[in-house]
């Protein structure tokens, strides 16, 4: 089975800093991995995929992430943050052997603060 | 395309109601998903289709919620009667495949039931 972790609730980080929002998955094969933003109010907002090729994604809005086979995981991030990036941020992942849609993470809240 | 569109906006309900979801996914796009999000449960996979067809609906919670498909543009998702506990944010999402194609939410639905 399919699963992905969110390990951190709440990630805050001062405007201009980098930031990192991470995320680790489990399936049996190699991952398809996505990661989502949910403004307040809003529908969730696809930013960039890991399919195949290349490590490092980039994506919609300075963000890009980092596919790593031997640690599972796929964290997103940002050289700098700007307080217009506070939202959630949501990881999938799905196993292309399966005919199962994306399992999605409990989803990481980030503040950016000014 | 305007993307994924779901009416109402905000439904606000008495314990007991029927209450009708709609969603129109974007068009071409072979399969639907219905989502209920809440604070406590996070995003949750209702149900969802592949042209039209109920593919999984495990996810349903109760037998008070049906989910139908009766035409590529055109889904509902129906409550009754509608409970408190039913009160959330309701997202459906499109996508032309499951294999490594990205999902695309609509604004969603907040649906209070008093």
């Known amino acids: 089975a399919q699963s992905v972790a969110q390990p951190e609730d709440q990630v805050n980080v001062a405007e201009g800093n980098p930031l990192t929002v991470k995320c680790t998955y489990s399936?049996?094969?190699?991952?398809?991995l996505f990661w989502y933003v949910q403004y307040p109010n809003r529908g969730l907002q696809f930013l960039l995929k890991?399919?195949?090729?290349?490590?490092l994604v980039k994506g919609s809005y300075g963000f890009e992430a980092e596919f790593n086979k031997s640690q599972t995981s796929f964290h997103l991030k940002k050289p700098s943050a700007l307080v217009s990036d506070s939202a959630l941020y949501f990881c999938?992942?799905?196993?292309?052997?399966?005919?199962?849609?994306?399992?999605f993470g409990k989803g990481t809240r980030l503040s950016v603060i000014a | 395309d305007a993307g994924v569109i779901q009416s109402p906006r905000h439904e606000v309900t008495e314990m007991g109601q029927e209450v009708t979801l709609r969603c129109k996914p974007i068009?071409?796009?072979?399969?639907l998903f219905w989502y209920r999000q809440t604070m406590m449960r996070g995003l949750e996979l209702l149900i969802y289709?592949?042209?039209?067809?109920?593919?999984?609906d495990s996810g349903m919670p109760e037998d008070r919620f049906s989910a139908k498909m009766p035409n590529a543009s055109f889904s509902t998702l129906k409550i009754q009667p509608s409970e408190p506990r039913d009160s959330a944010v309701y997202f459906c999402?499109?996508?032309?495949?499951?294999?490594?194609?990205?999902?695309?939410f609509g604004p969603g639905t907040r649906l209070t039931v008093t």
């Open positions: 999402a499109s996508s032309l495949a499951l294999h490594s194609y990205e999902q695309y």
């Open positions: 399936v049996s094969g190699n991952p398809y």
């Open positions: 890991y399919i195949t090729g290349d490590n």
């Open positions: 999938a992942v799905r196993d292309p052997s399966g005919n199962t849609p994306l399992v």
């Open positions: 068009s071409g796009h072979d399969y």
């Open positions: 289709f592949n042209n039209n067809v109920p593919i999984d």
